[in-house]
Nanobody, 116 residues
Framework: EVQLVESGGGMVQPGGSLTLSCKVS????????MSWVRQAPGKGPEWVSS????????YYGDSVKGRFRISRDNDKNTSYLQMNSLEPEDTALYYC?????????WGQGTQVTVSL
């Protein structure tokens, strides 16, 4: 059974940092690109970032470029999203997804709230 389990969300003040983790099982992690997608209240899903299979190539949406950093550890079957300089507009449910554009599997999401 394919599983993606996100963790690391929480509440943080503007300017703060959080690191999200996505632990996967049920498939060969190193064979797949991975992505992070977020959904803010009342809005549609927004692609945040993707990473290739060996972690060399990374891609970011314009709204997070320069503030977020995606990475992966293929030995630990885990993808990470380091988020710095967080803004209230970053408040959303953050999902880990398998693939770069055709997301075959998603996790349950982890909530990130940026507020004073």
């Amino acid at each position: 059974e394919v599983q993606l389990v996100e963790s690391g969300g929480g509440m943080v003040q503007p300017g703060g940092s959080l690191t999200l983790s996505c632990k996967v099982s049920g498939f060969t992690f190193s064979n797949y690109e991975m992505s992070w997608v977020r959904q803010a209240p009342g809005k549609g899903p927004e692609w945040v970032s993707s990473i290739n299979t060996i972690g060399i190539s990374t891609y970011y949406g314009d709204s997070v470029k320069g503030r977020f950093r995606i990475s992966r550890d293929n030995d630990k079957n885990t993808s990470y999203l380091q988020m710095n300089s967080l803004e209230p507009e970053d408040t959303a449910l953050y999902y880990c997804a398998r693939g770069r554009s055709d997301y075959e599997y998603w996790g349950q999401g982890t909530q990130v709230t940026v507020s004073l």
